[in-house]
């Protein structure tokens, strides 16, 4: 059984940088890891992804302020986001998809395992 827990959401000021965490347990490879987000009233959002193999997909509008990374050897997966801004507020969540790696474009359906996830608020 996979299991997912995020930590590492905070309230934060506009410009500054925060660092996500998401443990994974129960994970076999092949597997893929996404970052989503959802802010209040809006949908369920892709940020980026990353699989077993290190490949690394972006959702375009956080390509180069949001990096996903991932330390095998415990199962960790960070998100580091820099450059926050207002519009970054949301709750963050980790998913997994096992038996492939990621695919070209970062979508909900793909995912059958999900983190609880972990606020962030990024202030003006």
């Known amino acids: 059984q996979v299991q997912l827990a995020e930590s590492g959401g905070a309230s934060v000021q506009a410009g500054g940088s925060l660092r996500l965490s998401c443990v994974a347990t129960?994970?076999?490879?092949?597997?893929?890891i996404g970052w989503f987000r959802q802010a209040p009233g809006k949908a369920r959002e892709g940020v980026a992804t990353?699989?077993?193999?290190?490949?690394?997909t972006y959702d375009k509008s956080k390509r180069g302020r949001f990096i996903p990374s991932r330390d095998k050897a415990k199962n960790t997966f960070d998100l580091l986001m820099n450059d926050l801004r207002p519009e970054d507020t949301a709750t963050y969540v980790c998913?997994?998809?096992?038996?492939?790696?990621?695919?070209?474009?970062?979508?909900?359906?793909?995912?059958?395992?999900w983190g609880r996830g972990t606020q962030v608020t990024v202030s003006s």
């Open positions: 990353i699989d077993s193999d290190d490949d690394i």
């Open positions: 998913a997994a998809r096992l038996g492939g790696y990621c695919y070209t474009l970062i979508q909900e359906p793909d995912f059958a395992y």
């Open positions: 129960g994970l076999t490879i092949p597997y893929c």
